[in-house]
T-cell receptor, first 119, second 112 residues
Framework: GAVVSQHPSRVICKSGTSVKIECRSLDFQATTMFWYRQFPKQSLMLMATSNEGSKATYEQGVEKDKFLINHASLTLSTLTVTSAHPEDSSFYIC???????????????FGPGTRLTVL | DAKTTQPPSMDCAEGRAANLPCNHSTISGNEYVYWYRQIHSQGPQYIIH???NNETNEMASLIITEDRKSSTLILPHATLRDTAVYYCIVRVPQGGSEKLVFGKGTKLTVNP
């Protein structure tokens, strides 16, 4: 299957600082990328969907000014957690889907996740 | 949106087949069934997907009932490394940007 990478794999930061997480599709072009969040012992929750070159679509209850998403190229999307607080500590996972988006046969591939701890 | 129902947990002996059921009784005609699994502290891994016909790949087989209201993921010879949470997901179309919505999945434990 296709490979999606994330960087960093884990990050610890102080409360009030901003953290940027990168998501890259390594061997395919991704017109659509997704960002999920997962708290301990819970399932993945979709935060936002981003299409290359356009603004992200956020799920209900997700603050767009706090979780800034940039999808500037077909292989890179970034999630910036601004003014992070301890309650933002979570496992953040990105996902990417191929360039022929819109087809029901397109498969979403996931990155390995980024563990964010806010002190 | 079609939703899925899976048993919260299952056990399987190493070397035996693991059969994971999923109900999706409100699935629409053009919606696919996807299976992913998540090993602890990792991102989900794609396993297989299908629409109507049974599918098989190097990882697993997917059996979809004729009425498409349920499906079964089969791991033919489970190993300890197959211990994971398995998610059955129906692809949800949303304004052209289809998204995957995860339920709680089935925690499969493969025992030696």
């Amino acid at each position: 299957g296709a490979v999606v990478s994330q960087h960093p794999s884990r990050v610890i930061c102080k409360s009030g600082t901003s953290v940027k997480i990168e998501c890259r599709s390594l061997d395919f072009q991704a017109t659509t990328m997704f960002w999920y969040r997962q708290f301990p012992k819970q399932s993945l929750m979709l935060m936002a969907t981003s299409n290359e070159g356009s603004k992200a679509t956020y799920e209900q209850g997700v603050e767009k000014d706090k979780f800034l998403i940039n999808h500037a190229s077909l292989t890179l999307s970034t999630l910036t957690v601004t003014s992070a607080h301890p309650e933002d500590s979570s496992f953040y996972i990105c996902s990417a889907r191929g360039a022929s988006g819109g087809s029901s046969t397109d498969t979403q591939y996931f990155g390995p996740g980024t563990r964010l701890t806010v002190l | 949106d079609a939703k899925t129902t899976q048993p919260p947990s299952m056990d399987c002996a190493e070397g035996r087949a693991a059969n994971l059921p999923c109900n999706h009784s409100t699935i629409s005609g053009n919606e696919y069934v996807y299976w992913y699994r998540q090993i602890h502290s990792q991102g989900p891994q794609y396993i297989i997907h299908g629409l109507k016909n049974n599918e098989t790949n190097e990882m697993a087989s997917l059996i979809i009932t004729e009425d498409r209201k349920s499906s079964t993921l089969i791991l033919p010879h489970a190993t300890l490394r197959d211990t994971a949470v398995y998610y059955c997901i129906v692809r949800v179309p949303q304004g052209g940007s289809e998204k995957l919505v995860f339920g709680k999945g089935t925690k499969l434990t493969v025992n030696p």
